[in-house]
T-cell receptor
Framework: SAVISQKPSRDICQRGTSLTIQCQVD?????MFWYRQQPGQSLTLIAT?????????ESGFVIDKFPISRPNLTFSTLTVSNMSPEDSSIYLC????????????????FGSGTRLTVV | GEDVEQSLFLSVREGDSSVINCTYTDSSSTYLYWYKQEPGAGLQLLTY?????DMKQDQRLTVLLNKKDKHLSLRIADTQTGDSAIYFCAESTDSSASKIIFGSGTRLSIRP
């Protein structure tokens, strides 16, 4: 399957600052996804990032708070802007991974996540 | 809207079978997944099933799908301490890349 390198793995940040999370994939992928997992919660999709176009944000998430870059088919960044303690979460990137099975199956591989604590 | 529900906790004795249950609401679900999240780690795809299948077996894992009742289960045979993790049920509704809807996760703990 695709191998995803996500950095940083964890960080503690001051409120009001911003943090950029990087996601590097070892193969070219069309779509990359950014998720948030709040403490003790499930995963919530923040946005879908396609190369060469603006990211598509889910309800409740806006570009000013979570700007995303997708400069090429193997890389994306998510910035958490003007952070507050409520932004403390694990942030995960994900890619569709057709290598997980053949044919028309679209599986998803996840990075190891970035554990963010805002103080 | 789409919803995926799971019980939050399950405790089993080492060597017994674990059965984690999941219900979903979207009848157009095409793919159903089980992901495993170990402490401090990302999500690992354990197994998946197409909506036109009833059962899938992969070594110690058995997935059962009751499409009529929109019920999915994951059975882990001979549960080991290394199986301790949070297990997420998830579904997607299209054969092209689309968002996955995750359940809340079931925390599986193993007792000796």
């Amino acid at each position: 399957s695709a191998v995803i390198s996500q950095k940083p793995s964890r960080d503690i940040c001051q409120r009001g600052t911003s943090l950029t999370i990087q996601c590097q994939v070892d193969s070219q992928v069309t779509m990359m996804f950014w998720y948030r997992q709040q403490p003790g919660q499930s995963l919530t999709l923040i946005a879908t990032a396609n190369q060469g176009s603006e990211a598509t944000y889910e309800s409740g998430f806006v570009i000013d708070k979570f700007p995303i870059s997708r400069p090429n088919l193997t890389f994306s960044t998510l910035t958490v802007s003007n952070m507050s303690p409520e932004d403390s979460s694990i942030y995960l990137c994900s890619v569709e991974d057709s290598s997980l099975a053949g044919g028309n199956y679209y599986g998803y591989t996840f990075g190891s996540g970035t554990r963010l604590t805002v103080v | 809207g789409e919803d995926v529900e799971q019980s939050l906790f399950l405790s089993v004795r080492e060597g017994d079978s674990s059965v984690i249950n999941c219900t979903y609401t979207d009848s157009s679900s095409t793919y159903l997944y089980w992901y495993k999240q170990e402490p401090g780690a990302g999500l690992q795809l354990l197994t998946y099933i197409f909506s036109n299948m009833d059962m899938k077996q992969d070594q110690r894992l058995t997935v059962l799908l009751n499409k009529k009742d929109k019920h999915l289960s994951l059975r882990i045979a001979d549960t080991q301490t290394g199986d301790s993790a949070i297990y997420f049920c998830a579904e997607s509704t299209d054969s092209s890349a689309s968002k996955i809807i995750f359940g809340s996760g079931t925390r599986l703990s193993i007792r000796p």
